[in-house]
């Protein structure tokens, strides 16, 4: 005899889970049951079943991450209940991610919105934005940053935040994409300091920037075959860029010294594909940047050095 019962508690009507789920602790242990039985991706602003359940009991009732947790043992008002039942179904059968389908997520400690236009924000740059960049600047900050290949603006408008006398242009190629960044700049009332135009990468963006900061698309022809199906609902534009991940990033090396100022900086994500750009470019001294919480593959280049690899990118 096996004692394994691997089937889902989905298959119960509405009424059957909302008659079981009573509390908020019940709840989170049911979600978190069910998304370790579908064996979700989590990777999405969450690293694990029970954190998921977390964050989708939280998110459907609009309490803070940081809630006192005597609140798990609240009772759930059936409508309450039946919210948070809908989500877990939509996560587990659809697969999209848990941003997507809460509107929101969380991204250097800020607030923002986001659907299927944009990519979900995750960047490891987001340490980076949190130390206002101080390690490049240390001591005047930069004056204009360009957020290059924003989405939903989620670098940019951190940095504004984190830099409160810097202007900032988010550049993106997609409409979709800028009509989301655009409602996060009004999100945050930086209207004032912070515009979202569309580009091609440099070519609708003039005058020179101190900091140019980028997580541009660079996913690899392999991984992009083998991605879990959350990423499935990203915008294909945010992901891929040709065989080795690397044809905007080329493209971003060969143009960004024209748009730096003497002191800029150029920072740029470019993750796995990390190990092609060295195999492509063994002569630049790319910076690897190291990271707290986690992260890997974003590299700084300062205006001399890109002056000095010029013909290396021609
Ligand atoms: C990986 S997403 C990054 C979004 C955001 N920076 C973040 O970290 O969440 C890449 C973005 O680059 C944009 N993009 C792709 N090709 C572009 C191009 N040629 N010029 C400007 N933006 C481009 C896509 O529309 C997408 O919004």
């Not at 989170?28 to 964050?55: I, K, N, Q, Y």
């Not at 043992?73 to 409508?79: E, S, T």
């Not at 929101?104 to 299927?116: L, R």
Request: charged share 25%.
């Amino acid at each position: 005899m096996s004692l394994r019962n691997d089937s889902s508690t989905l298959t119960l009507s509405d009424d059957e889970l909302r008659d079981g789920l009573v509390t908020l602790r019940d709840c989170l242990r049911w979600a978190a049951s069910e998304f370790h039985l579908a064996g979700l991706f989590h990777g999405h602003g969450t690293d694990s079943p029970w954190d998921e359940a977390v964050a989708l009991t939280l998110g459907a009732l609009h309490l803070p991450w940081n809630v006192d947790p005597a609140v798990l043992d609240a009772r759930l008002l059936p409508m309450e209940r039946s919210r948070i039942v809908a989500l877990v179904r939509e996560r587990v059968t659809t697969r999209r991610p848990l941003p997507y389908l809460l509107g929101e997520a969380f991204f250097a400690g800020f607030p923002f919105d986001v659907d299927e236009r944009v990519l979900i924000p995750r960047s490891p740059i987001a340490e980076l934005v949190e130390h206002g960049f101080a390690a490049w600047f240390p001591e005047e900050p930069p004056a204009r940053v360009l957020d290059l290949c924003t989405g939903s603006g989620c670098i940019g408008i951190a940095a504004a935040l984190h830099l409160p006398t810097c202007e900032v242009d988010l550049g993106d190629i997609s409409e979709e994409a800028l009509a989301v960044a655009r409602q996060n700049i009004s999100r945050h009332d930086l209207g004032e300091r912070v515009r979202a135009v569309h580009s091609d990468l440099f070519a609708g963006l003039p005058g020179r920037y101190d900091l140019i900061v980028s997580n541009p698309p660079y996913v690899d022809a392999r991984d992009l075959a083998t991605m879990p199906a959350e990423f499935r609902h990203e915008p294909a534009l945010a992901l891929g860029a040709g065989a080795d991940g690397l044809d905007i990033v080329r493209r971003i090396l060969r143009e960004a010294r024209d748009h730096l100022t003497e002191r800029g900086v150029l920072i740029v994500e470019v993750g796995n594909s990390d190990r092609h750009l060295e195999a492509a470019f063994p002569e630049v001294p790319f910076l690897w940047l190291e990271f707290e919480r986690g992260g890997q593959g974003v590299f700084a280049l300062t205006a001399d050095e890109l002056d000095a690899h010029a013909a290396s990118f021609a």
